[in-house]
C-alpha cells in the first residue's frame, strides 16, 4: 500500500525550521501588545459571498484561487483566501467598531489554489493587521513604523517600502476611464487577461506580472494625476510623517495591490534577496470594506505579513535565531531508578518551572543514554541508577564542561540546577 503524502503546495513544517516561526510569531505578539492591538481568532471558512463581494468577481483570487464548495446544506463555502474580509466580518457581526480606533490583528493558515513554487504555497500563513475607525494618514504611518520596528526586532535588514494612493473611489473611476481608453488604443499588444479586463476591471492590468507587458504598463497613466486637493493633501501628511520619522520609501505610481477594496493608500515591504516573490508585507487604506460587506461607514486601514517568506528571508540572511536546549536531561536505569525518575523530573519541574527538562525513557546502558543526552544538547545530565535510587541521591554530570560528576541528594537537586545553570 502507497503511502499517503501531504497535498502538493501544502507543506509540513518539521522540528527544525519552528524555530524561525517561532522566532517571528513570539517578536510579533511583543510588538502588536506594546502598540495596542488585540488577538482576534476568524474561521478558516467563510461564506463564498464575503470574498465575491470584498476582493473583487474579476480578481485572480475569486476567479482562479479559491478553494470554493458546497456544504450538505447547498451553502456555497470557501477556505479564506485571505482575512481582511473576515476580520471585517467578525468586527461588524461583533460590534467591534463600536470602538473608535480599534485595533485588532490575527495569524494563521490561508489557501489559494494556485501554481505551487518557492515562497507561494497552496496553504499559507500571514499575519494580518487592522486599524478601524481612524480617516487620517496617522494610521498608514503607524502601521508603517511598526513593521519597520518588527524588521529590526527579527534581525532582518535590506527591506525596502512602496507606496502609492489609489484615491476615492470617484478618483479610481476616473481613472479607469482614462486606462480603458490607453489600453483599448493599445490592444493588439495585450496578453489574454489583460484583454478581457479592460472594460471589466483595467487597474488590474497594472499588476500584470507578464514581462512583455511591463514596457506598455510603466508608460500608462498614473493615477497620481487624477488626484484632489484631498487626496493630494492625505498623501503629502502621510510621507512628511515618514520623512520626520525617517522612514525611507518610494512613492511608485504603478503599485495597485491585488484586492479591489483598496482606496487610498497603498504600500509594500519588498525583498530582492527572494528573488520574484519578493513581497513580504503589503496592505493598505479600504475605506468602503465596512459599509459594503454590510457595516457602518467606517474607515480602515490594514496589512499582512507573509509567513514563509520572512521564514525565507530570516535563512536567507543568515539570521542567527535563539534556539531553546534543554537545561537538563534526566536517565534513568533499573526497575526502581525508572519508576522514580518521573516523580523526580516534576518535583524537578514544581521548584523550577523555567527548567527545560528531557526524561530519556528508552532502552539501553548509561553510556546509550549520556550520548543522547549529549545530542540534545542539554548542559546537565542528571543519572539515576538503582543504588542512587535506594539513597535518594542523583548523579549530576556538566555535559558542557570537563571534569568529575557529581552527587547531589535528590532534595538538593533544585537548588544545584539552579545555582549551576540559571545564576550563571
Same mark, same amino acid.
Given at each position: 500500500?502507497?503511502?499517503i ?61 479559491m ?9 456555497s ?118 484583454s ?20 506598455l ?17 492625505? #498623501?503629502?501628511? =502621510?510621507? *512628511?510623517? %515618514? /520623512?520626520?520619522?525617517? +522612514? @525611507?520609501?518610494? $512613492? ?44 457602518p ?9 507573509? #509567513?514563509?517568506? =520572512?521564514? *525565507?528571508? %530570516? /535563512?536567507?540572511?543568515? +539570521? @542567527?535565531?535563539? $534556539? ?55 548542559r546537565?545530565a =542528571? ?6 535510587a535506594?539513597?535518594g ?32
Amino acid at each position: 500500500m502507497n503511502a499517503i503524502q501531504a497535498i502538493r503546495g501544502m507543506n509540513d513544517v518539521l522540528p527544525d525550521a519552528v524555530s524561525a516561526w517561532q522566532h517571528i510569531e513570539r517578536h510579533v505578539r511583543t510588538l502588536l501588545g506594546a502598540y495596542g492591538y488585540e488577538e482576534i481568532r476568524p474561521p478558516l471558512v467563510e461564506r463564498t459571498e464575503l470574498f465575491r463581494r470584498s476582493i473583487g468577481e474579476v480578481t485572480d483570487i475569486v476567479e482562479k484561487e479559491m478553494y470554493t464548495f458546497d456544504d450538505r446544506n447547498g451553502e456555497s463555502l470557501t477556505l479564506r483566501p485571505e482575512c481582511t474580509a473576515s476580520v471585517v466580518r467578525a468586527a461588524i457581526e461583533h460590534g467591534l467598531l463600536r470602538t473608535p480606533g480599534r485595533r485588532v490583528w490575527t495569524m494563521g493558515p490561508m489557501f489559494r489554489y494556485e501554481r505551487p513554487q518557492k515562497g507561494r504555497y497552496r496553504q499559507f500563513h500571514q499575519i494580518d493587521v487592522e486599524i478601524f475607525g481612524i480617516a487620517a494618514p496617522s494610521a498608514e504611518a503607524e502601521l508603517i513604523v511598526m513593521t519597520r520596528r518588527l524588521w529590526k526586532a527579527l534581525g532582518l535588514s535590506g527591506l525596502s517600502l512602496e507606496l502609492n494612493s489609489l484615491g476615492s473611489r470617484d478618483i479610481q473611476a476616473r481613472y479607469r476611464a482614462r486606462l480603458v481608453e490607453y489600453f483599448s488604443a493599445r490592444a493588439d499588444a495585450l496578453d489574454a487577461d489583460s484583454s478581457r479586463r479592460i472594460e471589466t476591471n483595467p487597474l488590474r492590468i497594472l499588476d500584470s506580472k507578464n514581462p512583455s507587458m511591463q514596457a506598455l504598463i510603466e508608460e500608462a497613466p498614473r493615477i497620481i494625476d487624477e488626484h484632489d486637493d484631498d487626496a493630494r493633501a492625505h #498623501l503629502d501628511q =502621510l510621507l *512628511a510623517m %515618514l /520623512d520626520e520619522a525617517g +522612514v @525611507e520609501y518610494r $512613492v511608485n505610481p504603478r503599485l495597485v495591490r491585488g484586492l479591489d477594496y483598496y482606496t487610498g493608500t497603498v504600500f509594500e515591504w519588498t525583498t530582492g534577496e527572494l528573488g520574484a516573490q519578493g513581497a513580504v508585507c503589503g496592505g493598505g487604506r479600504y475605506d468602503n470594506l465596512v459599509a459594503e460587506i454590510g457595516g457602518p461607514a467606517n474607515p480602515a486601514i490594514g496589512f499582512a505579513i507573509g #509567513l514563509e517568506r =520572512l521564514v *525565507a528571508l %530570516l /535563512d536567507v540572511q543568515s +539570521v @542567527e535565531l535563539p $534556539v531553546a536546549m534543554p537545561h537538563a536531561y534526566l536517565a534513568s536505569a533499573g526497575p526502581r531508578a525508572s519508576i522514580l525518575a518521573h516523580a523526580v523530573a516534576e518535583r524537578l519541574r514544581d521548584a523550577v518551572p523555567e527548567l527545560r527538562l528531557v526524561v530519556d525513557a528508552g532502552h539501553g546502558s548509561f553510556k546509550a543514554k549520556l550520548k543522547r543526552a549529549d545530542r540534545s544538547g542539554a548542559r546537565l545530565a =542528571l543519572l539515576l541508577g538503582e543504588e542512587e535510587a535506594r539513597n535518594g541521591r542523583i548523579a549530576v554530570k556538566d555535559l558542557r564542561a570537563r571534569g568529575p560528576q557529581s552527587m547531589v541528594s535528590i532534595d538538593d537537586l533544585a537548588g544545584h540546577i539552579v545555582r549551576n545553570v540559571f545564576a550563571e
